[in-house]
């Protein structure tokens, strides 16, 4: 969802206001119990509003506590942790109802409190339910889901097994449209609605244009998957230094991108979940370049996971292993390839298939995995 600048004005505040959002009465915040008098309104750079959506610095002052920063220029009002999802744009006091009902509200906040006007409520400690969430969960007809690096082997796997659970998939491609349309059509097949996405992951511009389309098509954004990314292989004392540029703009820019899009515009019960590596554990001579692009995809992961508090985003990663993609087996001998294999304690390569199931929990029921790396090697390390 496009965001909106509010007011140039003292501790102005901007969030996304819920579809079935109404405005209140004249100069009020209503908020279930919570309802905030209007006593000054606010000037723009348009000039002041007033009347019954005029917004006032009073009231913003009241439910300061209840604001979360949420990126430049946006915050979101809590309710005890709930995430209320009102707007206050253009000096407009929009009416919304938390998402759990009795949401708790201090006393002296409510309407007829004799210490109302010198109220200053704590901030909120409490989580919502999950029962709500875990309904949602459960219920994936509905979700969205974009792939990044959809027409490559482990992309198309996870298109596919987010299509067996009932997603619509958005498959991203930069430059092999005829692989992702096969990837689509496998989606497709398999009774999910599919489209096709085109850019540099890398370019801000083409990656808002693509989240832009899956938004127009599907009607909002679920689930983030950024499988996309490149590998050069070299000692680290005669690396292209060209090659390390290619890999620092696909796999590090690119990841930055994408997740910064994703936390602009997944919903809430949405997940991002980003791909790194296990080598970093492995130490492979030759990889010393590409493990350092993707630590940096791992540690961006745990940082956004956190900024994203009060959400109900998961923000995670996937470490996959040794895994028979082309990606991985290019420029490997058979007897390289027999000693990976016998690596793992299960004694063979990863697949594209158990990346992709992985994925499918994390974008699932794995609610409470959160700023996490999961390694999926197959035991290896």
Excluded at 135 to 154: W, Y
Excluded at 196 to 203: E, F, P, R, S
Aim: aromatic share 4%; hydrophobic share 40%; glycine share 10%.
């Amino acid at each position: 969802m496009t965001s909106t600048r509010g007011p140039e004005s003292r501790n102005a505040a901007q969030v996304h206001a819920p579809r079935d959002a109404t405005k209140t009465a004249a100069g009020s915040l209503s908020l279930g119990e919570l309802d905030v008098p209007s006593e000054e309104p606010v000037r723009s750079g348009d000039g002041a509003f007033t009347g019954d959506t005029a917004r006032t610095a009073a009231a913003h002052d009241k439910i300061a506590p209840y604001l979360v920063p949420m990126g430049e220029n946006t915050e979101r009002l809590m309710v005890n942790g709930v995430s209320a999802d009102p707007q206050i744009v253009a000096g407009d006091i929009i009416r919304a109802s938390p998402r759990r009902l009795n949401a708790d509200v201090p006393a002296c906040l409510t309407a007829d409190h004799p210490k109302r006007e010198t109220c200053t409520p704590s901030l909120p400690s409490t989580f919502p339910s999950t029962s709500k969430r875990a309904s949602v969960m459960t219920d994936t007809k509905n979700r969205v889901a974009l792939v990044t690096g959809g027409s490559g082997g482990i992309g198309r796997a996870v298109c596919e097994r987010l299509a067996r659970e009932g997603y619509a998939v958005a498959v991203h491609y930069a430059g092999n449209r005829t692989r992702a349309q096969e990837t689509a059509n496998a989606v497709a097949a398999l009774g999910a609605k599919s489209m096709l996405v085109v850019g540099d992951i890398a370019d801000e511009t083409q990656m808002t244009t693509a989240f832009d389309a899956v938004e127009s098509e599907f009607g909002g954004i679920d689930v983030v998957v950024n499988t996309a990314g490149i590998m050069l292989l070299s000692p680290i004392a005669t690396l292209d230094l060209d090659d390390l540029d290619r890999m620092h703009r696909t796999n590090i820019r690119g990841a930055f991108v994408v997740s910064q899009q994703a936390a602009r515009r997944l919903r809430g019960g949405g997940a991002l979940i980003n791909f790194t590596t296990s080598v970093t554990r492995f130490q492979f001579p030759a990889y010393g370049a590409y493990v350092a692009s993707k630590a940096a995809v791992a540690g961006m992961t745990m940082i956004l996971a956190r900024e994203l508090r009060g959400r109900d985003i998961t923000v995670n990663a996937v470490a996959p292993g040794p895994t028979a993609t082309p990606l991985f087996l290019d420029g490997k001998d058979q007897a390289a390839i027999d000693n990976l294999a016998k690596a793992a304690p299960l004694e063979r390569l990863g697949t594209p298939e158990d990346i992709a199931e992985t994925v499918a929990f994390l974008a699932g029921p794995a609610r409470w995995l959160n700023g996490q790396v999961l390694f999926a090697n197959g035991g290896i390390a």
